[in-house]
């Protein structure tokens, strides 16, 4: 997904000369396509990401389109007063990237976990909250928002995955995107783990669990329209994210179903413990908090079946 980021940004730097990149010292043998091509419109601050969002700041007032590129636990929080500040207060067009969500940098240990980038953005009024699912609805992402006027924060897989089937590279913003159908139970994921979501929800059709599944890639300050619309269609909701469990997708969709009066069960699956003691792959940090596809499928069928025999 981040080769897809940086070939998404060269195509638009070629016709609008607003693009600008900033790293802090990261992204090596992804950027350097950028770095060559418009070399006086990229430039690496160093270890400094509070210093790199007050520059974008000082570009965006000066009519750029500024897009700072760094670790998601980096471009999230280290400098979290200066994107409130900064490009939210002034709505400015600050895109803040985030790479690498969730456990993408297990072995790094907890300092590199971002867990808590998409719940501590989601809350910054007009600030706009992007995690797209794979490399062809990121780049959709970028296009589809070149010229939002307001700052963005996309998280970015540093992954090489295969396109979400279905998926298609739809998006829109504030609009889940069904990949499949179902009738019992409807399962909504956000970012890189949407492919466990996937692969959930086809285990569970194949023990006759009708299961859809949908792709929010917006997480938005408020639940849109087009989000009640679907959880008004379904009585059981379960939500999946590389994430705590609170303040991100799931408190998204139970602030739909809350406002809205849906009668909808929902399940909440993101990460509930505290930081680890251990570090370890993507794959194994999931299996950790259960949340893979095979261990959310066995959950599922548990509660389905314990439903059944209480009715």
Aim: aromatic residues 8%; neutral net charge; contains cysteine.
């Amino acid at each position: 997904m981040r080769t897809a980021f940086v070939d998404t940004l060269l195509e638009l730097a070629a016709t609008d000369r607003r693009i600008f990149l900033l790293t802090a010292d990261l992204g090596w043998s992804v950027l350097e396509k950028f770095a060559t091509r418009y070399p006086d419109r990229f430039l690496n601050v160093g270890v400094a990401e509070q210093n790199m969002l007050g520059v974008a700041t000082g570009l965006a007032l000066a009519g750029y389109t500024p897009f700072v590129y760094s670790i998601a636990t980096f471009s999230s929080m280290r400098c979290y007063e200066q994107i409130r500040n900064g490009p939210v207060l002034h709505r400015l067009p600050v895109r803040v990237v985030g790479i690498g969500g969730g456990y993408a940098y297990g072995h790094a240990g907890p300092t590199h976990h971002a867990l808590e980038d998409l719940a501590i953005t989601r809350v910054q009024p007009g600030l706009t909250v992007l995690a797209p699912a794979d490399r062809p609805q990121a780049r959709a992402a970028i296009l589809n928002t070149a010229d939002h006027r307001g700052p963005i924060y996309f998280r970015i897989s540093k992954d090489k995955r295969e396109a979400i089937p279905g998926l298609d590279g739809r998006f829109e913003l504030g609009r889940p995107e069904l990949v499949c159908e179902g009738r019992d139970l409807l399962l909504i994921s956000t970012g890189d783990i949407a492919h466990e979501a996937v692969r959930a929800a086809q285990i569970l059709n194949s023990e006759g669990v009708s299961t859809a599944m949908a792709v929010l890639a917006h997480l938005g300050f408020e639940p849109s329209p087009e989000l009640c619309e679907l959880l008004g269609s379904y009585r059981r909701v379960a939500t999946l994210e590389e994430g705590y469990a609170a303040g991100g997708l799931g408190s998204l969709v139970a602030e739909a179903i809350a406002r809205e009066g849906l009668a909808c069960r929902l399940s909440i699956h993101g990460i509930r413990q505290n930081f680890p003691d251990v570090s370890g792959s993507t794959t194994y940090m999931r299996g950790r908090n259960e949340l893979n596809a095979e261990q959310l499928a066995a959950q599922f069928l548990r509660d389905i079946k314990q439903r059944r025999r209480a009715a």
